[in-house]
């Protein structure tokens, strides 16, 4: 039997103006897992965070949280979830403990029950040492743990998270994943938003993509990759200042567009098979641009996304909030 829904949302619209910021969304978040909404700055994924959450009304179409629908049922949407949105939102002005156990008496513990729970979050965030010391203090992965910590100071049935890990650094990024991956295992669902493949190939077991305010492939990571049907060549040149060179010979040779790798020497290009790899990597060594090393693989998340939508992940400014 398939989970039952925690999100469902059909035809879902959001208007800014002229801009259509929300075109038309269907989800079908499953309860109990890590649901990823994947796309690049300005695609409409914060917009139906805040719409998901209450905070702003659709134009359009409907949707239901944990069964309540959210325009009716406001109210009882907010008693069973929790946001963590882009920005920190914690008290900068007093100590990590402090804002907990603010956060705890507000919410309804007693006093001693804030206490508990303020340290039992402190201690679950490895923020121990740092429980009296001013939250302006901390460092950006220390507060985005506190920010996180907030949000499940009443662990809520349904976590949003929008780009919890935006701006840290890749160790910080490993203990917010850790984070996410131990409230789900303690039965949160969380829907997470965030334009950071990897991030979503990690956590999520179902991404749905966004551009420009709709949804264009749904599916498991390995379903996703699937709808690229080609391999991927990924060659490292010896000389990083010939990839420009090496860029045009691949695309002229593979009839496909190659592309730059985080990798400085690193260029990627779709393939249709291995004899048409082993055909690029020769005209390479031809035309004089020694390779350092070479792979044939499946599509990462990145070139899925550029095979959908046709330009990278990043390639957008984020214009509504």
């Known amino acids: 039997m398939s989970s039952p829904l925690a ?3 059909e035809g879902l619209v959001k208007v800014f103006g002229d801009t259509r910021a929300v075109d038309g969304v269907d989800l079908a978040v499953p309860a109990g897992a890590v649901y990823g909404v994947l796309g690049p700055n300005g695609a409409g994924k914060t917009t139906v965070i805040k719409m998901l959450a209450t905070l702003l009304r659709p134009d359009g179409g409907s949707a239901r949280v944990l069964g309540h629908d959210i325009v009716r049922d406001a109210d009882e949407v907010r008693r069973h979830i929790s946001l963590t949105g882009q ?3 914690v008290d900068e002005d007093i100590t990590g403990r402090e804002n907990l156990y603010l956060l705890g008496r507000l919410l309804g513990y007693s ?3 804030a206490k508990d729970r303020a340290d039992e979050l402190l201690h679950a965030f490895g923020l121990d040492d740092a429980a009296t010391r001013l939250a ?3 460092s950006g992965g220390m507060r985005r743990r506190l920010d996180i910590a907030a949000s499940i100071v009443v662990t809520p049935e349904l976590l ?4 919890p890990t935006t701006g840290l650094d890749p160790r910080s990024r490993n203990q917010v994943w850790e984070i996410v991956r131990a409230l789900v295992g303690q039965g ?3 829907l997470l938003c965030t334009q950071y493949l990897d991030e979503a190939d ?7 993509v966004i551009d420009h305010g709709k949804v264009i492939a749904e599916g498991t990571s390995a379903e996703l990759k699937a709808q690229v049907a080609q391999s991927t060549l990924h060659v490292r040149l010896l000389d990083p200042d010939q990839r420009g060179e090496a860029e045009r010979l691949l695309t002229r040779v593979l009839g496909e567009p190659a592309h730059a790798d985080t990798d400085p020497s690193g260029v990627s290009v779709a393939v249709a098979s291995p004899d048409k790899a082993a055909e690029a990597i020769g005209e390479l060594a031809q035309a004089g641009l020694p390779v350092a090393g070479f792979s044939l693989g499946q599509p990462s998340l990145d070139e899925v996304f550029l095979a959908l939508t046709g330009h990278p992940a990043d390639a957008e400014e984020e214009t509504v909030a």
């Open 111 to 113: 006093r001693t029950q």
């Open 136 to 138: 302006k203090n901390y």
């Open 160 to 163: 949003f998270l929008d780009e």
């Open 188 to 190: 949160t669902t969380v």
């Open 7 to 9: 999100i469902e949302t």
């Open 87 to 89: 920005l920190a939102s």
């Open 202 to 208: 990690q956590l999520a077991g179902r991404i749905a």
